[in-house]
């Protein structure tokens, strides 16, 4: 049934009728709410807007949705209509869900977003579009459809450098059936990273809705600025604010208000009535950091272990992210383990027995891939789990091996060590003296002298005048300053201005997120950025910098996790040169004090100390009382650099090279490298996302080092362009540029602005009727093509992502007036010429004259797609059962020899083979955009 113009006689308004305007689609599907003689009175609840319209001439067109098309409900539930019945002039559709369950909808009910597309209805009556619409809408569908299927979905999207080990973990994680992992690199190694990508890719596959992120509430705000800045993820910030003020507003459960939320854990165990409300709420993916902090044994655990259990019990998929696997203690490790997969992780003993037999396997893959010999047991014990070997390579073994390993399905781990690319350190100590008085009474806080000494510290203390030297030094090159407190950031940074005229960006706490980038992005810049960045300690949480190469510390934390994140700023994958630290120290003091801990101690300065966190776990109080002057240093120093070297060697010995082979298969993620570089060279999404500008008046113009700046025009079709701001945005597709630049969005096929740009233009019918008049030597003037567009769509649940098997641009057909289909001659892009958009006269006398020829050929066409369905749904599921297939046998030869592979895991996958083959089954093609093509 098609919609009705309202200049229909016969048709009258009648409050609860659906409508839309056919001069601004953008309103969504209006509702009559009165209407009398002269006048009808519109809602549009998508925007929230009212019209009232004279009721003669109204540019109004009544929507009504025919069988085969897809609705949906104010609740959000999906369905194809197979009825549709009018009721006194009210219409109640009768439709199928993705299960086969028969809904019956009345209009009214219908979600205010829906769009009605009828390409043959539009186009017979005149209402045409530019053929840049239609251009964009063919490459729309085709690209939604090619990206659907690529290995590096959902990785794409991140503001991140392609590092190997982060995208096999993120691809290998992401892909499962509610994963459930613990991933546990070494600081500096990208744990943060690998979990937003994780986070990224299912959201995207949409197979997570409602996430769930539980950090210490020190991260907080680190975690929000990546979740937004390196993902484009906005998550709700949850403090006991947020919550009071969701339950005040009569919304019930606080937690319910939003789909992604961000909240300290401390903040849930130290209310009841917080911890029900987050219990309540219902996740699909919980992500927990710093999960070394849990504390569990087999006869007690803490408040915050019992919640984050209770969460993983009722939570499908859970991500556990911790440094420090096993340092902390096997039993913390088993109690990480145990909140992942409790059936399989019941009994402490049981644990450390297989933990040890796993180390002899361990011990000889690593024999094997240095090329050793095995000795008799060992090549007994190879044989014994693998059968007979002779005849295979070492990797093709340990291959084999690591799908028998014990926890490396569920545990990552990967080791400085082991992953290649981080720079020397060199650090440089500079014993300064300290002014008479001046650090002479420790106070509380001995290590932070300028804390008691008013404030102009910064003419007494002698690091500043050091700091200003060595700048001089130094030029032209950067530098980054890190210090503990954001007072001490202001101070340094207005006597450095006011005294020596050092013009340095700051960066702390204390100033707005967008102020922060535009700080990093001053300092990124080569040419006309400035030399110095300070710091407060946030400068440490997350960022960037390894284009410099100096860093100051001109204080230094006690916690050593803190130092190696300071370090981490410049000492990363990809750091192109030595990182140079500088450390200035007052002498006989504190600070002293503190950097011999860490460089004689330690020895932090120089190499990553993967015991620094213990051993600071066992000497924190003598340490403490060293900096007060209550104990000897050298007694401290000593046992420290002995501890140190004792834990080291203890961790060294213990590595478990299975389960760092099984966390980084580098023929994976060479594979996942090479598509992304890929897809980052590919123009076509900067053609078309140029010609959607165009298309739409958005204002474009260059920007430095190659980047655009977007502005909204004064002629644009629609009042905002989604995802622009106001006042405009950088935008770069060149992915290194965006890593040095954060101040400029880095657009791909997965950012906010393109996507829902593809979803405007995909939900309206713009661009789904145009006339096109053009010369082609094949035919003779007066001839006369149809091109039509053809979506093949299968209502599912997005979980199951049948996108992966059809094709979103199912079926092209360029037909002539007498049957023939010349559409793999000539392709879209090849047909071009003068659109007839703008001579409606000349437009409307063709269409008038060709009517029944087109009538004819849509006909044609509809049988076409009738036969073709056939055949796209066949190929879809066999599409489907091969991959599904070859999962399945994998998991369940895996199941026999790895406990670690879980049943609901291979159960899943055989429901969903069932149920894809079913909806599937269902697939259909509907017609969603036509081009007439004149020959003149």
Known sequence: MPETPTSDPQHQFKPGQRWLSETQAELGLGIVEASDVRTVRMQFPATGEQRLYARRGAPLWRAVFGVGDMVRDIDGIEMTVVAVDDRAGLVVYTGEDADGARLQVPEQLLAADLHLNRPQQKLLAGRLD???????????????????????????????????????????????????????????????????????????????????????????????????????????????????????????????????????????????????AVLGAGWDLLIVDEAHHLEWSPEDSGLDYDLVEALADQTPAVLLLTATPEQLGRMGHFGRLRLLDPERFSDYDGFLEQEAHYAEIADIAARLLAGEALGDAQQAQLNALLGDTAGLGAELIVERLLDRHGTSRILFRNTRAAVPGFPERRPHAYALAAPAGYADTPGPEPIHPELAAGADWPAQDPRVAWLVELLRELHPAKVLLIAARADTVLALRSHLHERHGVHAAMFHEGMEIIERDRAAAYFAD???????????????????????????????????????????????????????????????TAMETLYRWYADGLDAFAHHCPAAPAVYERLRERLNAALLGEADVEPLITDAAALREQLNAELAAGRDRLLELSSHRPAVSAELVQALAAADRDPALFEYLS???????????????????????????????????????????????????????????????????????????????????????????????????????????????????????GLRLLLDERGRDWAADIASEALSGKCLTGNRKLASALITAKSAAIERMVADGEQRAEAAIAELRSAAVARMEQMLDTEIERLTALSRVNPAVREDEIAHLLQHRERLGQLLGRAHLRLDALRLVAHG
């Open 526 to 588: 080569p040419d006309e950025g400035t030399r110095l960045l300070i710091c407060s300690e946030i400068g440490s949480e997350g960022r960037n910098f390894q284009f410099a190469h100096h860093l100051v510390l001109f204080d230094l934390p006690l916690d050593p996790e803190l130092l190696e994140q300071r370090i981490g700023r410049l000492d990363r994958i990809g750091q192109t040169k030595p990182v140079e630290i500088h450390v200035p120290y007052l002498a006989g």
């Open 130 to 276: 530019r053929d840049a619409w239609f251009r964009l809408r063919e490459r729309t569908w085709r690209h939604r459809g090619d990206w659907a299927v690529q290995p590096v979905r959902g990785l794409v999207g991140a503001r991140i450098a392609p590092i190997p080990h982060q995208l096999y973990i993120a691809a290998e994680v992401a892909d499962r059936f509610a994963p459930r992992v613990l991933l546990a690199d070494e600081v500096g190694l990208g744990k943060t990273i690998e979990a937003g990508l994780i986070l990224h890719r299912m959201l995207q596959d949409g197979r997570a809705r409602r996430v769930l992120i539980l950090v210490p509430e020190t991260l907080l705000h680190q975690w929000l600025v990546e979740l937004r800045r390196r993902f484009n993820l906005p998550f709700a910030l949850f403090d006991h604010e947020r919550i009071a003020d969701g339950a005040a507003g009569g919304r019930g459960n606080a937690f319910e208000t939003e789909q992604c939320v961000l909240c300290a854990l401390d903040l849930l165990t130290e209310s009841p009535s917080h911890a029900a």
């Open 691 to 809: 010609a959607f500008w165009d298309a739409f008046g958005v204002d474009q113009e260059p920007g430095p080092g190659g980047s655009f700046v977007l502005h909204p025009g004064r002629h644009m079709l629609q009042e905002h362009f989604p995802g622009l701001p106001e006042d405009g945005l950088t935008v770069t597709f060149d992915r290194s540029h965006a890593l040095a630049h954060e101040d400029r969005a880095l657009l791909t096929w997965e950012h906010p602005l393109t996507l829902a740009a593809m979803d405007q233009l995909a939900g309206s019918d713009l661009g789904s009727a145009t006339v096109l008049l053009t010369r082609n030597a094949k035919f003779s003037a007066g001839a006369l093509l149809l091109e039509m567009l053809y979506v093949a769509e299968c209502p599912a649940p997005p979980v199951l992502r049948v996108q992966r098997f059809l094709p979103r641009l």
